[in-house]
């Protein structure tokens, strides 16, 4: 037991794998024990990129004494390239990950658009008139639909551009427009950086590390003001803005006497007609004609936060709880789509009776069944899915064990929802955060994002780094598998501010009934955290970019090329970012100093690296003061009195 603790902080996870060692079935933690990561490979030494090598460049022992430069591969490529190189190719997939996502939600969003998918509809006609305005589309007397296919079509275009800027860089402030502008990173199209980062990494184009990562740079702009923003924004449209909405997470919300489907993956797609048709009275009655009491629909990954978010289905658990969930022996069938499903679940569904149904044409299993989604006849897929696990239920084997641990969550923090927040319907803006943060009752802002990763103890990396954060009244957002770590410890309720925030963040928090901690949503969500920072800086008050900003990012369990994406689309938006578990440029000190500290001078924002995050939390913290200090508002912070009479003040605000 004491081992298994050093897996996961989490108790109904220890629990689990417990299970499945007593159930002799092997999950990802067993494996992260039996193998260690390549150092060469985790460094970004090994280049495979053409068929003279691999070869592999280690950074130099000191004592060896050997210059940086001498090293190199077959073709000459030094450390510097390989590592450049290496690093490049990850935000290429990452950025590739995200904007195929979000091609899917655009064909679908304009085919609705077009009354050809009836099972689909406009759903937030105001978030369609703000995202119309943003594409320059006109908006005037026009139909509804007639808006809605312009911004269809207008969202598509943006993959195949072929120059220009893409249409949502101007929602940035417009000093960052002008760097971007200035250092050439401005995208063209999504499809096109893509293709031109997998060009220039190809054994013999771009030689030259810096060159390499600003291309990285503008790829990764295109997913975080491009591909994320564009999946974001329709998939608001088409399935309603986020609000706050109580939730459930971890694996005790799967239910012994229910037929339980856990649906996992990205695309909120069938996830929402799932919803749809698991209360028709025919699949009711031919669940309860099974013996059970019902269907448990629960989420796993991103695809629960996409409909916890809008409508409070409850969370099974994060990344590495996937195979746990089958282990609970409970689970009817696990459909998945794209992006984080690990291939072992075919292996973990055999040591049970859970049906796999994989439902995407990009990602098929062997071993498992599959169901292709077909948005032309959504409802049916979706009913045939269910059917598979209702007609499955009887097959459960006797060792189902569910553990108890379930934790409510407040959710839904979309950009708009906060602007309310704080500032009330009539008023609606960003000012009071402002304010709280001049005032210093607020020290700062971080985004806390990304996944989880067998090689660190399972979620606590970030509840270490956010509870530092909150305790020193830096308010966090947070998305993806980080924000199922807080909802999991309970961080995303009210109450949470009085608990574990510091007592500036925890009386703002009273004052307006939010969480110290607010989720925002999926990984593509990311775009909102970027949203949310334009709307700061445009509320005036604290300087005129994204940099100028008392705010910091991190993902101290990252694990995914799209992490890496992610990382590198706010360093290149100007803010501060640093990663945990490993960093994958360390083989070069050239290419490491470039984006640690050279680029605080060309980006205005960095990458960090800290493993530990008490340490990642001074650092942030570190950077949030100077930014504070920068400002003119370091003094602030120091005359701010909590009595009464201020907290009445921030009540009456
Ligand atoms: Fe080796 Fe150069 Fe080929 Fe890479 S591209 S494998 S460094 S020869
Ligand atoms: S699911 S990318 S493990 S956050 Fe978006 Fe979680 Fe990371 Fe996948």
Not at 78 to 106: L, P
Not at 430 to 436: F, G, I, K, M, T
Not at 567 to 595: D, I, M, Q
Request: hydrophobic residues 40%; aromatic residues 6%.
């Amino acid at each position: 037991m004491a081992d298994l603790e050093k897996k996961s902080i989490d108790p109904a996870t220890i629990k689990m794998l417990k299970k499945a060692a007593d159930d002799g079935c092997e999950t990802i933690f067993d494996r992260a024990e039996a193998m260690k990561p390549c150092p060469i490979g985790a460094e970004g030494s090994c280049c495979k990129n053409c068929a003279m090598g691999p070869c592999r460049v280690p950074a130099p022992k000191k004592k060896e004494g050997v210059p940086p430069k001498e090293r190199m591969g077959l073709c000459g490529a030094t450390a510097e390239t390989i590592a450049a190189r290496n690093f490049a190719r990850m935000v290429a997939a990452g950025t590739a990950s995200h904007s195929d996502h979000a091609r899917g939600i655009a064909e679908v969003f304009l085919a609705t658009a077009k009354g050809k998918m009836p099972e689909f509809s406009i759903k937030d006609e105001q978030k369609l008139y703000q995202v119309a305005m943003d594409l320059d589309i006109e908006i005037a007397d026009r139909s509804v639909q007639d808006i809605a296919v312009d911004v269809g079509r207008k969202a598509l275009e943006e993959f195949g551009r072929q120059e220009g800027e893409l249409l949502f860089i101007k929602r940035a402030p417009a000093k960052r427009q002008e760097l971007w502008r200035k250092l050439g990173v401005v995208p063209r199209g999504i499809d096109r950086e893509v293709v031109e980062l997998m060009h220039r990494t190809h054994m013999g184009v771009d030689q030259d590390y810096q060159s390499l990562l600003l291309s990285a740079a503008r790829c990764a702009l295109a997913d975080g003001w491009g591909g994320s923003m564009i999946s974001t924004d329709l998939q608001d449209i088409l399935f309603g803005n986020p609000v706050p909405v109580l939730g459930q997470i971890n694996l005790g919300v799967l239910k012994k006497d229910q037929i339980n489907v856990v649906v996992h993956g990205h695309e909120p797609l069938l996830p929402e007609v799932l919803v749809a048709v698991v209360n028709e009275p025919e699949i009711q009655k031919a669940a309860l004609a099974t013996g059970a009491k019902g269907i448990n629909l629960v989420g796993m990954c991103c695809s629960a936060n996409e409909i916890l978010m809008r409508h409070g289905v409850p969370v099974a658990g994060n990344f590495l709880q996937q195979e746990l969930a089958i282990v609970t022996g409970a689970v009817d069938a696990m459909v998945v789509d794209v992006q984080c499903e690990m291939q072992s679940l075919a292996q973990v569904a055999k040591c049970y009776h859970t049906k796999l149904i994989t439902t995407s044409p990009k990602a098929k299993i062997e071993g498992a069944m599959h169901i292709e989604f077909d948005e032309h006849r959504a409802g049916a897929v979706a009913r045939k899915i269910l059917a598979e696990a209702i007609g499955n239920y009887k097959n459960r084997k006797s060792n189902v064990e569910i553990p108890e641990e379930t934790t409510d969550q407040v959710v839904g923090f979309s950009y708009e929802t906060i602007n309310y927040l704080l500032g009330g319907v009539f008023r609606a803006s960003y000012r009071p955060l402002n304010d709280n943060i001049i005032n210093g009752r607020i020290r700062g802002i971080a985004g806390v994002v990304g996944c989880n990763n067998a090689r660190v103890t399972h979620d606590d990396p970030n509840l270490t780094l956010i509870k530092e954060l909150i305790k020193n009244d830096v308010i966090v957002l947070v998305t993806g598998c980080a924000a199922m770590t807080c909802g999991k410890a309970g961080l995303l309720t009210p109450e949470a501010a009085k608990l574990y925030a510091g007592e500036g963040l925890a009386s703002v928090c009273e004052a307006v009934g939010i969480p110290p901690v607010l989720h925002m949503g999926a990984c593509v969500d990311n775009s909102r955290i970027l949203m949310a920072a334009t709307a700061v800086v445009k509320a005036g008050g604290l300087g005129d970019d994204i940099s100028d900003l008392p705010a910091a990012g991190a993902a101290l369990e990252w694990m995914s090329e799209k992490a890496v994406a992610i990382g590198h689309y706010f360093v290149a938006s100007g803010v501060y970012t640093v990663f945990g578990v490993t960093w994958p440029t360390s083989g070069s000190e050239e290419v490491t100093k470039l984006l640690f500290e050279e680029y605080e001078n060309v980006f205005k924002g960095k990458w960090g690296f800290e493993a530990d995050p008490i340490e990642a939390a001074r650092k942030m913290i570190e950077h949030i003061d100077k930014k504070r200090k920068a400002l003119g508002i370091d003094k602030a912070r120091e005359r701010v009195l909590f009595d009464m009479d201020k907290r009445r003040e921030i009540d009456a605000a």
